[in-house]
């Protein structure tokens, strides 16, 4: 810290407390202190203050004891000749200017209920999102975990243009990060100059326009905070915990652009706590020496086209990327990006055209590596707006190659080609469904592109199961819907292969520890019927994986010895748990949720909890913010059970699982689900189905509650009589 | 040390008052020195009067070679060799120090004990952190007790340490675990205070330890239980009394002094009443009796460590040091000085009697000759301390004409206890020694030194201390200090953060504009040269600088020492593994052997020891090559690439 930033943070953590305070004692005295506040759908209360100081603030009467600890812990001015030493005291104002902050958001909250339109994107006539909630942050929070997002940067103010913005959007999406955006210079904001620039802003790109004023700042504090709560399963109160945690592993930092207020100093003390360092495009006082960040603290009068990769430098961070040679910006940043209304220039797919995407092995003879044709007609050949039917065949060869990998491959091709700027992919198999973009097009992207995409991606993550690859893509109508039969014939027999695997019949299961840089606690065990609880990964993916990496989170797990066949418990999966676990966890059962049940990260996507009144259990997903017949809300649910504990009672699994023969076999299966929500039931519906039928119980899904029904035991236990769900008549769980 | 000095001393304020003494005949410690030479043969170590057969002069020949046969000629009545006599001379001078040391500890113990029962009014637990933090260490049960009855059993068990007879000092638990190690290996764990002490003067005696190296090992063991015991005692316990010291704006130099209000000088080395002299000079009654006897207020200052210990809690500022205690007396403007134990001179009394200050003695171990005597009770140290005041106020009107108060002072910030170093580097949320370590490592900090120490009448004032600081800051070194040597920098303008601009290389001053300390940190009196040790051992624990004190690149220093304490704290200093250097004269030079002993094998043992180099510069730059070395050890002698993690390294992490 120089004493010029000491000084200045200082001075400005005055300045947000006393707002606060200000803010705090109106609303007081128009609310009371038994009013409500908080941010939208969080388990966290005020997630800065509850996870340093360790206090829920619930009612406007809790900040008192914020505010009163801020009021001690706050430093005095620096003086001018002889000052006392000012990093610590400037620290510490910057963890006040952040608690002050909170107060501030949530008495807008209050009293402002529509000034954020909540949510993943902006509105027409709102670009403000405000503070994310807990859905938002445990989908975006995955990416954290899987590497896909490394980190974020916090923006405050406006560049000079906003060509100048957009540049810096993009390089910093191009790095995979994403962009916090807070705070105005010279009555210009960053937000609004990307979407001058006609960039693409909300959650789905990256680029999160999180609120006007500096105080909204602290929205990138409280979604660190929480990251540390719900992926390192770190507890309210243990300040020294969280802070490590995001220094080591959450690669965020701030870029002020502009001048640098005295408010913005103190939130960047705030950000130094955490390890974020401060990089500016202004000549304000650097302060190299390192130890509360990894490297410099703050780094200054960097020219804009080298801030995004100095920051990176500064951070400590290393991001590879692949070289794909496409006329447009490419990365995951751009996967949420939409392609819709007058900017599509062509469209294949949903609906409009046939279209189909075929992973397929060949011998090695009959593939030529990095080989891209075309066939049929070009975009540029009409429109825009065009359509034309698709077909991506993809033939891939080598030693390494098993048939098993072809659907892994097949599956990647979705977020490969979304990582296009200004291609917009939804879909898969034959119900693909493809945009590209004018503005892509005017850039040069043509169809061929397509292919180099897959050819230099798919090489970069699977090189080691293949040694060759060729793309080929028709355009003709005839020559797709052949295409189309052949591919569909293919999807028939993976499929009943698939179906077919089972636990019984395979000696080997996969560990996941692909998320303990985020929940070092954490392990799974996936078995052919039993995918990962976040959904993300099966036990091909895993097999995968681990041929592609054999020294990787992916490890093979000889499930050995059966210990109890109901409950899922084997010799082998213990000891390699014990191991991972470091001696935490001795074993787990992977089918039951009342007995030991396997441990749960905070990436789940749903939780299953059980219902003892109607001795069943419920599961909810975490787009599901309502109350549950639990008596918490999915969030809760998360934060009480994640953070790799095993919960008797509860337990995190994915979707898909519900529908796998052995969801929870161990404690009575499917018959045992009483509630769930309804988007989830509709969600799975066809599966769901399917899998009734077999157990004899067609109508299980119209005999489960939802939140229609209610969202206590109470209220739900009728409907069920009324039914006669089967639960009601199996024998007591406990 | 036969050559004229050039100064007596390089302070202007010191010099301006030499002169008035001069002119009002007053004898001084500088004058002494130029009337009396040293004894040469008790310089070098080898003159022994421990029996009655002596005293027995055995030193080294001058200027030339000494054949076989004179050297086993060169012996005591009793058969002592010359390497005996010098170890047996420099143990003794370990067991003063740490005497003097430790029974400052004790002192404190005890009033800490009596405060604890409610027995000593106006003493109260003023860190409870602290003393919590000290009851889980020690084992002393929390629970639902009141702060008195968990005090009752820490100060029990602290008086406990000075008499213990085995087992070992609960304090060396808090060194590094390879320390801890060699010291029961090499048998110099300390069982107790008092016992360590009491083995040096019975090995001593006559025909008792006859092995130069047995003796200097029982000195490490008495030096361990100073450093690591009685003095870590003391600091610690203070702390927990008076409060741990926090930075603090204050000022130096006998510029100090104000014409126009009652001076009060606090000299020695107890805090104890002090402490409650600081309390009783703010009491408006006694500031309303000042005023009635014409000064417009009461004004405080300190000499010594005394002086030391209230600046670090109270910023009250400070006089100045060892050498300057006679010249606060020729300002003619001091109404009472107030000793205690330690470091006092026995000319007071005789000085002050050429102007009107009342010296004023207050310890039942410490009276002079001359000086008035006002006891200190713990039982009632309000009412000692109000009587104190007083005389001073009433002898306010009987300055006389001749005064003259230097008008020089300079500002500086102390308080830099080892909990609040920890807490400067990452406030409240993220306080470690980690940046310290960090820019040790990346080469901003090239090391750590701790210069400490005495002022000695034989070289000039001030001079070896300043100069040494200011080259080792201006090579990177970060400077800790203690006692007389820190007053000595804070004169020169080096404890402030501006120093860092302008005396420091460019990295240490990178890494202070960003902390914002001066690059020299006071860290309080000489018992608290145990923080210095805290320091260390947290800088071992925070990583990535080795396992044990002697792996850090640091030394130690006390270019102008005098007394046996300092001795006492070097061998300590040593013996956990820092490279020291004195100035001005060795005490062991009478002895090859021995002086070898120290200076070489030492290290072999200990991986620090002594060194001896009279000129400053040199002695900082062989610190600074220790340094270097210790960096080089280390493998961060070289500029390190910048690591940059992926999510695969992220997953690694612990």
């Known amino acids: 810290m120089s004493k010029i930033i000491a000084s200045a943070a200082i001075r400005g953590a005055h300045k947000i407390l006393d707002q606060a305070e200000e803010k705090w004692q109106m609303a007081m005295d128009k609310w009371g202190a038994n009013e409500p506040v908080g941010f939208p759908n969080t388990a966290y209360y005020l997630p800065v203050i509850y996870g340093i100081l360790g206090i829920p603030v619930e009612k406007l009467g809790d900040m008192e004891q914020v505010l009163k600890k801020c009021k001690t812990i706050i430093p005095p001015p620096v003086r001018e000749e002889h000052p006392l030493p000012y990093l610590a005291p400037a620290l510490d104002a910057g963890m006040v200017t952040f608690f002050a902050e909170e107060i501030i958001e949530a008495i807008r909250y209050l009293e402002q209920p529509d000034f954020y339109v909540g949510g993943e994107e902006p509105t027409d006539n709102n670009i403000w999102l405000g503070a994310a909630d807990d859905v938002i942050l445990r989908k975006r929070g995955i990416e954290f975990v899987d590497g896909t997002a490394p980190g974020f940067a916090a923006i405050l103010g406006a560049a000079p243009s906003s060509e100048i913005a957009a540049k810096i959007a993009q390089e910093l999406q191009q790095k995979n990060l994403y962009v916090f955006m807070s705070a105005e210079h010279d009555g210009k904001r960053f937000s609004e100059q990307l979407l001058e620039a006609g960039v693409q802003i909300g959650w789905p790109t990256r680029l999160v326009s999180f609120g006007p004023d500096v105080t909204a700042t602290v929205f990138a504090a409280g979604f660190a905070i929480r990251a540390s709560f719900s992926f390192g399963g770190i507890g309210p109160g243990e300040y020294r915990k969280h802070l490590i945690y995001n220094k080591d592993r959450i690669f965020a930092f701030a870029l002020p652009l502009g001048y640098v207020t005295d408010e913005w100093y103190a939130n960047a003390a705030g950000a130094i706590n955490f390890g974020f360092p401060t990089i500016a495009d202004t000549p304000i006082p650097e302060v190299l020496p390192t130890g509360i960040c990894t490297y410099e603290h703050v780094v200054s009068n960097v020219p804009h086209d080298n801030i995004v990769a100095k920051a990176i430098e500064v951070r400590g961070l290393k991001v590879t990327l692949a070289e794909v040679p496409v006329p447009v910006a490419y990365g995951p940043a751009y996967e949420g990006e939409r392609v819709r209304g007058e900017d599509i220039y062509l469209e294949c797919g949903g609906g409009r055209s046939p279209a189909v995407e075929w992973v397929t092995s060949k011998r090695m003879d009959e593939v030529e590596d990095g080989k891209i044709e075309v066939v049929g007609p070009e975009i540029t050949d009409a429109g825009p707006p065009s359509q034309l039917p698709l077909a991506i065949v993809v033939e891939v060869a080598g030693r390494e190659m098993q048939e098993d990998f072809e659907p892994i491959l097949e599956r990647q091709i979705h977020h490969l080609l979304n990582y296009a700027q200004g291609v917009m992919h939804i879909g898969q198999r034959d119900i693909a469904w493809l945009r590209i973009s004018k503005s892509a097009v005017e850039k040069g992207f043509r169809l061929e592109h397509l292919g180099y995409i897959l050819h230099a991606r798919l090489h970069q993550d699977f090189g080691r199961i293949f040694d060759k690859l060729q793309v080929k893509i028709h355009t003709e109508a005839d020559k797709v819907k052949g295409i189309i039969e052949q591919a569909r014939a293919v999807y028939h027999t993976r499929d009943a292969r698939i179906e077919g695997m089972m636990d019984e019949t395979t000696d080997i299961y996969y560990s996941c520890t692909l998320c303990q840089s985020f929940a070092p606690g954490h392990i799974c065990v996936i078995s052919p019927e039993r995918t990962g609880l976040c959904g993300a990964y099966n036990w091909m993916d895993c097999k995968a994986a681990y041929e592609i990496n054999p020294t990787g989170p992916n490890q093979p797990v000889e499930k050995g010895e059966i210990i109890d066949a109901k409950l899922g418990q084997w010799k082998g999966v213990n000891e390699f748990v014990y191991k991972a676990s470091r001696g935490n966890i001795d074993h787990y059962n992977l089918y039951s949720i009342v007995h030991d049940p396997m441990t749960t990260c905070g990436c789940c996507e749903c939780i299953a909890a059980v219902v003892p009144m109607c001795n069943g259990v419920m599961t909810v997903n975490r787009e599901f913010t309502g109350m549950t017949p639990s008596g918490m809300k999915f969030t809760t649910l998360a934060g009480t059970i994640g953070g790799g504990i095993s919960t008797p009672g509860f337990v995190g699994h994915g979707k898909y699982n519900i529908t796998q023969r052995k969801f929870i076999t161990g404690d009575g299966g499917i018959k045992r689900i009483v509630w769930m929500p309804k988007m989830l039931k509709e969600e799975i519906a066809e599966r769901f189905k399917a899998r009734a039928e077999e157990l004899g119980t067609p109508d299980l899904l119209d005999q489960i509650a939802d939140e229609t029904v209610g969202t206590t035991e109470e209220e739900i236990l009728p409907f069920l009589q009324e039914k006669e769900h089967p639960a009601l008549s199996m024998e007591p769980l406990f | ?654």
């Open chain 2, 1 to 654: 040390m036969t050559e004229e000095k050039k100064k007596k001393s390089v302070d202007l304020a010191s010099m301006a008052l030499i002169d008035k003494a001069s002119s009002d005949q007053v004898n001084l410690v500088f004058d002494r020195a130029e009337e009396m030479k040293p004894c040469p043969i008790g310089l070098v170590g080898s003159c022994c009067s421990n029996c009655g057969m002596g005293p027995c002069r055995v030193p080294l020949p001058r200027g030339k070679e000494e054949t076989p046969e004179e050297k086993r000629k060169r012996r005591g009545i009793c058969g002592a060799t010359a390497e005996t006599i010098a170890a047996r001379n420099f143990a003794r001078k370990i067991a003063g120090g740490a005497a003097a040391h430790s029974d400052h500890g004790r002192a404190v113990a005890e009033l800490f004990l009596a405060a604890a029962k409610g027995e000593a009014p106006g003493y109260e637990i003023r860190d409870e952190q602290k003393l919590l933090q000290l009851a889980l260490e020690w084992g002393v049960e929390i629970g639902n007790r009141s702060n008195s009855e968990i005090a009752t059993q820490i100060g029990e068990k602290a008086l406990g340490e000075f008499g213990r007879q085995e087992g070992e000092l609960l304090f060396l638990r808090r060194a590094p675990l390879k320390r801890q190690e060699l010291w029961r290996k090499l048998g110099v764990a300390p069982r107790g205070i008092d016992r360590e002490i009491v083995e040096i003067m019975h090995r001593t005696h006559a025909g008792v330890d006859q092995d130069y190296r047995n003796l200097l090992q029982q000195g490490s063991r008495a030096a361990l239980a100073d450093g690591w015991g009685g003095s870590m005692i003391a600091t610690e316990l203070q702390d927990i009394l008076f409060g741990t010291p926090a930075p603090v704006l204050s000022q130096v130099n006998l510029g100090v002094l104000k014409e126009d209000e009652v001076n009060i000088i606090i000299h020695g080395h107890e805090p104890l009443l002090s402490e409650m002299i600081v309390a009783t000079a703010q009491d408006p009654q006694m500031v309303e009796l000042a005023k009635a006897k014409g000064a417009s207020g009461i004004n405080l200052a300190g000499i010594c460590c005394t002086a030391n210990e209230i600046l670090m809690r109270h910023g009250v500022p400070l006089a100045g040091n060892f050498l300057q205690q006679e010249l606060a007396l020729v300002t003619g403007a001091v109404d009472a000085m107030v000793v205690d134990v330690q470091c006092i001179m026995e000319s007071l009394p005789d000085i002050a009697q050429c102007y009107h200050t009342k010296i004023i003695t207050t310890s039942p171990k410490d009276k002079i000759g001359g000086a008035m005597h006002i006891e200190f009770n713990e039982r009632n140290a309000i009412l000692s301390a109000k009587e104190i005041v007083k005389v001073a106020i009433e002898n306010f009107p009987k300055r006389g004409s001749n005064i003259s108060i230097p008008k020089e002072k300079t500002d500086l910030i102390a308080g830099f206890s080892h909990e609040t170093i920890n807490y400067l580097l990452g406030g409240l949320f993220r306080a470690s020694y980690r940046p310290l370590n960090d820019n040790i490592i990346n080469g901003r900090i090239r090391g750590v030194a701790g210069v400490v120490g005495c002022n000695n009448a034989r070289t000039t004032h001030n001079e070896g201390h300043i100069a040494m600081v200011k080259e080792l800051i201006k090579n990177d070194v970060l400077v800790i200090q203690t006692g007389c040597s820190a007053m000595a920098s804070a004169t020169a303008g080096l404890m402030v953060p501006e120093a860092a601009a302008e005396y420091a290389g460019e990295g240490l001053a990178s890494v202070c504009e960003a902390v914002g300390i001066p690059p020299v940190l006071h860290l309080g009196s000489c018992v608290d040269n145990s923080r210095i040790l805290m320091a260390a051992t947290a800088m071992v624990k925070d990583g990535g600088l080795g396992d044990d004190i002697s792996d850090l690149p640091v030394a130690g220093a006390a270019p102008e020492w005098m007394s046996e304490k300092a001795i006492s704290i070097g061998q300590y200093f040593v013996a956990s593994g820092v490279f020291t250097i004195f100035g001005v004269n060795w005490p062991t030079t009478g002895s090859t052997e021995v002086t070898q002993f120290l200076f070489k094998d030492f290290e072999e043992m200990y991986g620090g020891m002594w060194a001896f180099e009279p000129d400053p510069l040199l002695a900082a730059k062989l610190m600074i090559e220790h340094i270097d070395k210790k960096r080089k050890a280390l493998g961060i002698d070289k500029a390190r690439e910048r690591v940059l993690y992926d999510m695969t390294m992220r997953r690694e992490l612990e």
